[in-house]
């Protein structure tokens, strides 16, 4: 079983980094158990990849390291993802990595269980969770947990933060277990196949009966 980790941090060492590895390291084991053997971890720093992704917008194709990025997120069996808050927001560079694989795959995180984190320096942000992230994964058709983790500054140290990682890391997990090989083929969009206005317009014009066309009057 194969656990995919995205890194969004800009720094070495980050706190983003920090929180990535807590996360995976109580869903790894909890994915395979009882097995003793946990998932492999597979770590994507998006910091090494800036330069490739901001290429992709202007070249429209991915790079070879970007590339090989995008296989592996296609072939895990859940991906955990972290990214820092600027502006009351997921960063640009994480947004963009993402952005960028759904224009070379639409279908990559369809059906796949994902953990969603973020870091900050103040409480006030928490909600970013909620409000950027979670959508952002629910429109890419991802199976996202129900427990997402901030890690404010003052988490650091705290209970509570490992509180979290704990439950999160066991929600993925199940889903991991339960999806690996019980996973449906997602059903596609029922927007993707529209029928043209001027089709359903015709439609409605009326067509004259048989009798009225030989029985028109002379003028």
Same mark, same amino acid.
């Given at each position: ?12 060492? $980050?706190?983003? !980094?920090? #929180? =990535? ?5 109580? %869903? +790894?084991?909890?994915? /395979? &158990? ?69 224009? $070379?795959?639409? !279908?990559? #995180? =369809? ?5 969603? %984190? +973020?870091?900050?320096? /103040? &409480? ?88 009225? &066309? ?6």
């Amino acid at each position: 079983m194969k656990l995919v980790v995205v890194s969004a941090g800009l720094s070495v060492p $980050s706190s983003t !980094r920090l #929180l =990535a590895d807590r996360l995976a390291a109580a %869903a +790894a084991p909890a994915a /395979t &158990a009882p097995e003793p053997a946990p998932a492999d971890i597979h770590v994507l720093e998006l910091r090494d990849l800036a330069e490739e992704i901001a290429h992709t917008f202007t070249n429209g194709f991915p790079g070879q390291k970007l590339s090989a990025a995008f296989d592996t997120v296609s072939a895990a069996d859940g991906l955990i993802v972290v990214t820092p808050v600027f502006s009351a927001s997921y960063s640009g560079l994480f947004k963009s990595f993402f952005d960028a694989l759904g224009a $070379s795959d639409d !279908r990559a #995180l =369809a059906g796949k269980p994902v953990l969603i %984190a +973020a870091t900050g320096g /103040t &409480a006030r942000h928490s909600l970013v969770l909620e409000h950027a992230l979670r959508p952002l994964f629910a429109y890419l058709k991802a199976v996202v947990v129900p427990t997402g983790v901030y890690a404010a500054s003052e988490d650091w140290g705290a209970a509570g933060l490992g509180q979290r990682i704990q439950r999160a890391a066991g929600e993925l997990a199940a889903l991991m277990a339960g999806l690996s090989t019980t996973r449906p083929s997602p059903q596609r969009d029922s927007f993707e196949h529209v029928t043209p206005f001027e089709e359903r317009l015709a439609a409605l014009s009326p067509v004259p009966r048989p009798d009225e &066309a030989r029985h028109t009057p002379a003028t």
